[in-house]
């Protein structure tokens, strides 16, 4: 709620008017506005997900997007493929690398339930699920070390709380900026 | 009354009046009366026989075919008889001066046809070579030997080129009319000097006279007997390059190569043949690269160090594969449109019956590409198409990587979705492969030879156990991965009898860390191993092969896993069975009970880690060579016949070698106008009968295909020649001899050309007596008939000639002539030796064409 003179306010609006000149009141508008907000609807997204990724070691960390671009263990089989134009992205996003550590065989993995970061008290929330394969589930035996990378809109959130369907916390962590 | 003594006399002056009232034979013909005695005939060439339109008889008219542009065109199957020389060789004649240095020919070939070339003159050395129609070079023959020979490997129109080195000689060159049975691969290597062989292009190894001295050749006194020698080196000797006295014309030949290295190698071909000729020389010849292991070209093959661990390059010195073996990867199907698998896959089958776990929409269906095997959102690992890969990738193409086997074929069975696979789906998947009855009520065209089970779980269901139990039964080598358990629990179905259990090696030839080991192993293969690189080749020690990703991109990664190495052990079972596809289960049993396909790791003989040791793909292709407890194989002989324009039968055997028992399931033709005709039981000589009313002039191709009841054919390639009716066959000029059988002498001669596939002729005024009749051509003009490499007939056949009487007029004297290209076998007891004796030695018959016997064809 705003609670400025609104007489005053008009009086400088017409002398910035004279000047040509909304920025200002816009400013104190928009960040009054933010300071108001309680909850957020800030967007994570499964920006790769691999089953195998170096590291042999379940994890949960920040990395930048010049470690996700190198790190496929497959390539391609004739010119390298195109990198994707991930200028400016860092800018608006943080990655966050989750790593299952290796198993014996396929059937692990990792895949987001919710697209929404749920943020209260600065810390948001990402939910999770854990795949296994079933007790009697006869599998490929093949090592794999599967990984999500997520894409995280920047926000105002200090803290990272990573869940799983089960809703039991994995991983608390701190984000970049703090 | 006259007294004996009376009759005596009375009888002997009978007798000498007799004897002098009467003409005879003997040196007093002359004087009888021969006027009006003629004999005639017609002599028959056969429709195949050609002349070269420039020969040396210069009797006769040169068309040149010296040239490309120039080349003459003949008929297939042919016999041609020809004649070239260079400048100043051989008899004076038509082309003695400047040379007959080139003879082109314009033919339409056919795959699988010999080109022979054979070479009258046994000092002589004459070359063959093969162009398309549009002058590249395609392969040549450049011995010296009496024979040259090429085989055509496709259909197409050719020129063929015959050149003399430093020579001049006869030669038969004869196409479609040699099967190739009967001429070994012996014959055609030995020295045939061919420009297709691998050989350095500028080295030479020379071998010198150790009875001559020191020449201008060799650097010093103290040398060895062999030197390599270095053409560069050699072509600044310019007192040595011209004692080798090369014709301009082969000069030229160097300059044919299309490409660099052509010339070089013509180069240094013609130089080790010029050398060879010099005294003091003993051979000089190529120096032949002997590779001792096959190295595929694909880009990422360097880093495949778990193919030269397994000795597999050496192995595919052995073989490659076969396109006739299928090995079934039952799995998470496999990414059918991969770059790098493409023509490698034959249809296969997906027995995931759950539509979820399938991610495909449906139960079980005929589409086995790999949909995926993550859960939700989760990554697919393709791992289907991995071990696809490294069974058979498409190897040598230029990218990607390499297989193990490279030509033989993947089915894919795909049982292994989200979350896994259940047993009941992979039992109707092994079932399938196998081509047992199952649950998709379809069977595949031809089971599989070998199935891989990259999978496992911890316990063993009856219905797995059945199923493993009936492939094998049904003749299916199963392998299968150990698993990465890390421990010694047995993990099926790697662990059921009956199955080959893969344990997974390091790039050290060590267990890998994670995988599963005990007493149930029977073999190691690579594995990889990710966190390591004792390779030493900059990249994890990782199984490289072929994946795709979810958004459909043909991609390779490393990967590793006892998944990683059982389809190395399905790959080299695929290899052994492309040497010899009737090895069953027990034999790959026996086999590596006698360790006949590993090398011993670890402890010594069998142990827990390794089973019988790791796969050696070299060994085991050597093992199968034909060594201990070889199943009875199918045989049929000959694998290729040809019918020449007359012959309407051949005889085919069919048999099994010893050993097991065999029997034949089926034996037939591919074409109805030719059938077979059976012995009493299975194995013995059959008869392949020919109807020719169908049959266009040219050549026709068949096949017979014999099928044992073990899955073993054998298929026999036949030609057919048909002939034209019209006989238009021509040997050129032609010469008819009356040789007196007494004298030897050439009493009479007549010469004619050719009509109609004719040479008749008629003799006048033949004195009486007794003649052997023979024909023949003179195409070198050394005024001989009959020797080698020119035409020839006699009265009745050449094999067996017999005298003619003759004491009047005699018509209808028919014979037959033909080019001798040495494959003739003339009678000793002939009674006329003389001339039987002169043309199998080569010599010939005279042609005496000043004699007043001679006359010629009115025209």
């Known amino acids: ?178 | 009354m006259l007294y004996p003594t009376q009759y005596k006399t009375l009888v002997y002056f009978f007798s000498a009046a007799l004897l002098f009232g009467c003409g005879g034979g003997g040196s007093s013909s002359s004087e009888t009366t021969t006027n009006g005695t003629h004999l005639s005939g017609a002599i028959t060439i056969p429709s195949f026989s050609v002349i070269d339109s420039d020969i040396n008889n210069s009797q006769t008219a040169s068309v040149s075919n010296s040239t490309i542009s120039s080349a003459q065109e003949i008929s297939n199957p042919v016999s041609l008889g020809g004649y070239v020389n260079s400048p100043g060789k051989g008899a004076s004649g038509n082309s003695f001066v400047n040379g007959d240095v080139n003879d082109y020919y314009k033919v339409a070939l056919k795959a699988n046809q010999i080109i022979s070339l054979n070479i009258a003159d046994s000092n002589a050395d004459l070359d063959l070579y093969l162009y398309t129609s549009a002058g590249a070079f395609v392969s040549s023959s450049l011995g010296a030997n009496k024979n040259e020979t090429i085989t055509v490997t496709t259909d197409g129109d050719y020129l063929i080129n015959v050149v003399p080195i430093n020579s001049a000689s006869s030669y038969v060159l004869s196409i479609g009319l040699v099967q190739s049975a009967s001429v070994g691969a012996e014959t055609q290597l030995k020295n045939s000097f061919s420009l297709t062989a691998e050989f350095a292009e500028n080295e030479l190894i020379v071998k010198k006279k150790t009875a001559q001295k020191t020449s201008n050749l060799f650097s010093s006194t103290q040398q060895p007997v062999i030197e390599l020698m270095d053409m560069n080196t050699l072509q600044q000797q310019q007192s040595m390059m011209s004692s080798l006295k090369m014709d301009t014309h082969i000069m030229d030949k160097m300059e044919q190569g299309t490409s660099e290295l052509q010339k070089k190698k013509l180069k240094t071909l013609y130089t080790a043949k010029a050398l060879s000729n010099r005294a003091d020389i003993e051979y000089a010849h190529p120096n032949y690269i002997r590779k001792t292991s096959l190295i595929p070209n694909d880009t990422f093959y360097p880093s495949q160090w778990h193919y030269q661990m397994i000795n597999l390059p050496s192995a595919w010195d052995i073989t490659t594969g076969s396109a006739d073996i299928i090995v079934a990867v039952i799995d998470t199907g496999v990414f059918l449109n991969h770059e790098d698998l493409a023509g490698q896959l034959i249809a296969g089958y997906d027995f995931i019956s759950n539509a979820a776990r399938a991610k495909d929409g449906d139960g079980i269906d005929p589409n086995p590409n790999d949909e995926g095997d993550g859960s939700s959102t989760v990554a697919s690992s393709f791992h289907g198409t991995h071990v696809a890969g490294t069974i058979s990738a498409l190897t040598n193409n230029n990218k990607g990587v390499a297989g193990v086997s490279w030509k033989s074929k993947i089915m894919p069975i795909r049982v292994l979705g989200a979350g896994g696979g259940t047993d009941f789906d992979i039992a109707q998947g092994i079932l399938y492969a196998a081509g047992l009855a199952n649950n998709s009520n379809t069977l595949p065209a031809k089971k599989a030879d070998i199935i891989n089970l990259s999978l496992s779980g911890s316990a063993l269901s009856q219905t797995l156990l059945n199923a493993i139990n009936a492939a094998r039964d049904a003749g299916v080598i199963i392998v299968a991965a150990a698993g990465n358990a890390g421990n010694s629990a047995p993990q099926y179905p790697a662990a059921i009898a009956g199955v080959i259990s893969v344990s997974a090696l390091d790039a050290a030839r060590s267990l890998a860390p994670y995988s599963s080991y005990g007493s149930t192993i029977s073999i190691a293969a690579p594995g990889g191993n990710i966190r390591a690189d004792l390779a030493g080749d900059g990249k994890p020690d990782g199984v490289l092969s072929t994946v795709a990703n979810d958004s459909g991109q043909s991609l390779l990664s490393f990967y590793q896993g006892t998944s990683m190495a059982a389809p190395h052990v399905a790959g080299v079972f695929a290899l052994m069975k492309s040497i010899n596809n009737s090895l069953t289960p027990s034999n790959i049993d026996s086999l590596l009970q006698s360790n006949q396909l590993t090398v011993d790791i670890g402890a010594s003989g069998k142990d827990n880690l390794y089973g019988y040791g790791m796969i050696d793909a070299r060994k085991a292709a050597e093992a199968v060579s034909g060594v201990i407890n070889t199943p009875a194989q199918l045989n049929v002989y000959p694998l290729s016949l040809g019918f020449n324009v007359n012959q309407n039968s051949h005889t085919l055997i069919v048999d099994k070698t010893s050993g097991q028992t065999l029997n034949l399931t089926s034996i037939t033709s591919s074409k109805p106008w030719l059938t077979i005709t059976h012995p009493a039981s299975q194995f013995g000589s059959y008869t392949l009968n020919i109807n020719r009313s169908s049959l266009s002039t040219g050549i026709h191709t068949a096949n017979v295909t014999a099928v044992s009841d073990t899955g073993g054919t054998k298929t026999v390639n036949i030609v057919v020649q048909v002939g034209s009716d019209l006989n238009n066959g021509d040997v050129g000029r032609t010469y008819v001899l009356l040789i007196d059988t007494q004298t030897n002498a050439t009493a009479k001669s007549f010469q004619a050309d050719s009509s109609s596939g004719q040479v008749t002729f008629d003799i006048s005024d033949v004195p009486h007596g007794t003649y052997t009749l023979v024909a023949g051509t003179d195409m070198d003009n050394d005024l001989f008939i009959c020797d080698d490499g020119e035409a020839c007939g006699g009265y009745p056949t050449l094999n067996q000639l017999e005298n003619i009487v003759v004491d009047g007029t005699k018509n209808n004297l028919d014979f037959v002539i033909a080019f001798l290209d040495g494959a003739l076998n003339i009678s000793s007891d002939s009674t006329s030796a003389f001339v039987s004796n002169n043309i199998s030695q080569g010599t010939g018959i005279k042609l005496d064409t000043s004699s007043s016997g001679f006359q010629r064809q009115e025209n």
């Open chain 1, 1 to 178: 709620m705003l609670k400025k003179n609104s007489a005053p306010f008009k009086m400088r609006a017409k002398q910035l008017s004279q000047t040509n000149c909304f920025l200002i009141p816009m400013c104190f508008f928009s960040v009054a506005l933010l300071a108001s907000c309680t909850t957020n609807a800030l967007g994570v997204s499964d920006y790769k997900n691999q089953n195998q990724c170096i590291g042999e070691r379940p994890m949960a960390s920040f990395v930048g997007i010049q470690e996700i671009e190198n790190s496929a263990l497959s390539f391609s089989l004739s010119e390298k493929a195109k990198p994707e134009n991930t200028d400016d992205i860092e800018e608006k996003f943080w990655f966050l690398k989750i790593a299952m550590g290796t198993k014996p065989s396929a059937g692990y993995g990792l895949s987001l339930t919710s697209k929404q970061l749920l943020i209260t008290d600065q810390t948001a929330l990402i939910k999770l699920k854990w795949h296994q394969p079933g007790p009697d589930s006869m599998l490929a035996q093949v090592i794999t070390s599967p990984c999500i990378y997520l894409k995280l809109q920047k926000g105002k959130y200090n803290n990272i709380k990573v869940i799983d369907d089960n809703d039991q916390q994995r991983y608390k962590i701190k984000t970049p900026i703090s």
